[in-house]
């Protein structure tokens, strides 16, 4: 990866760039809806950018919820997007791995993620079974639904994940 990626937490002067950002990454899918909304939350996000040679190159937000009726373990990845022409170079991994360094930092325990366990499983996401996504996931999408423990020891959280707003809308749970 090159030197010059920096990696920093998200400011409102970024939104215009972030924006921009996330049709080209995801072109079949409008993920702009959520991210204005989680970008509001901010008391429950962690919303880091990367700046590849001073151009906005990726994004990542992982949002604090709930399981069990504690909110202060258990933290949600997603989205995240790459710039399609800086794929490949290590920002979307260095995004993933300083987001839970700052996440483990603060006492969060768990991660979960919805996404393909091809990319995920590299940081050591495995299959969640204990915490259950607050809608029922489709058979097929049921491997999608991984978590990585942040601290060693712990015991296995149990419960459905209690999430914020802008994630309870059942359509960005479904295919
Ligand atoms: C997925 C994404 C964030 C990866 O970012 P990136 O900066 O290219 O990732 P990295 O450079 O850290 O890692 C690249 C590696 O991941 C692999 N990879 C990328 N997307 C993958 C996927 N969906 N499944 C499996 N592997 C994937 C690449 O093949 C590459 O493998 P290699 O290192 O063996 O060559 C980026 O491709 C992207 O924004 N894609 C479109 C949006 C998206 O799918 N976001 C994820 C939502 S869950």
Redesign the pocket.
């Known amino acids: ?1 090159s030197n010059d990626v920096e990696i920093r937490q998200s400011l409102p002067a970024d939104i215009h760039l972030i924006e921009q950002l996330y049709p080209d ?2 072109p079949d899918e409008d993920l702009l809806p959520l991210v204005r909304e989680l970008l509001r939350e901010d008391q429950h996000v962690l919303s880091l950018v990367a700046n590849l040679d001073r151009t906005l ?2 994004h990542i937000i992982f949002t604090r919820c709930g399981v069990d009726g504690r909110t202060d373990q258990l933290a949600l ?8 022409n ?11 791995r300083e987001g839970l360094q700052q996440l483990r930092a603060e006492g969060i325990l768990q991660v979960c ?4 366990p ?3 499983g ?1 940081f050591r996401f495995a299959p969640e079974y204990g915490v259950m996504p607050p809608y029922p996931l489709p058979e097929a999408w049921r491997t999608a639904w991984q978590s990585i423990c942040l601290l060693d020891g712990q015991p296995a959280l149990q419960g459905t994940l209690s999430v914020p707003p802008p994630w309870r809308h059942e359509a960005l749970w479904a295919p």
Request: glycine fraction near 16%; proline fraction near 6%; avoid cysteine.
């Open positions: 990866m990454a995801f190159a990726g990845l997603g989205p995240l997007a790459v710039a399609p800086m794929q490949r170079r290590g920002i979307g991994s260095a995004l993933v993620v919805l996404g393909d091809a990319y995920y590299r």
